[in-house]
């Protein structure tokens, strides 16, 4: 059975700080690895990872995966109030001719000003 | 506007009551999914349809039904089988099965049982 687990469950920073959230996976195919962030309704696409140690980045958000290690690391620099949200990591398994997202439970930031 | 639409934004049902959530979506993706969320949880994947009339089960499909008629539609029944039915429901669709493209979301429908 596909699984992911996500680090730490909630985390309460300051603006300004930085911050990394974990996603670990196991999975039978591995296709991709995508973070979102979801506030109050659907959660919104941030990236999509299918190689290890290739970094993307959009603004002060980054991540990277480590297909070895099988895991992944969003960081968020300089956060602000409005990166309070729950950032969830899935994973797409790839197996047969079905492809799916397992979720992890999502990381609850909370940046206070 | 393309996208994802999700009716109704809130939903009561009765004990022994089915009840039906729609899902439309305009941006001509081949696959939708069916998710549910609950407090302090993941999303958790109910069914998914890659192709008109076709679908399979996800992880939680005891409870709920789907059909495919449509490429535009993937309604979703909450029967009474469904024992904890009290949930935020996202659907969600994708362009192209087999290819690493991300999954849309629509806005979600919550589900209380009265």
């Known amino acids: 059975e596909d699984k992911v687990v996500q680090s730490p469950l909630s985390l309460v920073v300051h603006e300004g700080d930085t911050v990394t959230l974990n996603c670990s996976y196991e999975v039978t195919n591995f296709r991709s690895l995508l973070w979102y962030k979801q506030e109050k309704k659907a959660p919104t696409f941030l990236f999509m990872l299918?190689?290890?140690?290739i970094e993307k980045k959009s603004g002060r958000l980054s991540s990277i995966l480590d297909k070895k290690e099988l895991f992944s690391i969003l960081n968020i620099t300089a956060t602000q109030t409005g990166d309070s949200a729950v950032y969830l990591c899935a994973v797409e398994d790839g197996g047969g001719s079905n492809y799916k997202l397992t979720f992890g439970k999502g990381t609850l930031l909370t940046v206070n000003p | 506007d393309g996208g994802i639409t999700q009716s109704p934004k809130y939903l009561f049902r009765k004990e022994g009551q089915n009840v039906t959530l729609s899902c439309e979506q305009n941006?001509?993706?081949?696959?939708m999914y069916w998710y549910r969320q609950d407090p302090g949880q993941g999303l958790r994947l109910i069914y998914y349809s890659q192709i008109v009339n076709d679908f399979q089960k996800g992880d939680i499909a005891e409870g709920y039904s789907v059909s495919r008629e449509k490429k535009e539609s993937f309604p979703l029944t909450v029967t009474s089988a469904q024992k904890n039915p009290t949930a935020f429901y996202l659907c969600a669709s994708s362009p192209l099965q087999g290819l690493q493209e991300t999954q849309y979301f629509g806005p979600g429908t919550r589900l209380l049982v009265l």
């Open positions: 299918t190689s290890s140690g």
């Open positions: 941006l001509n993706h081949d696959a």
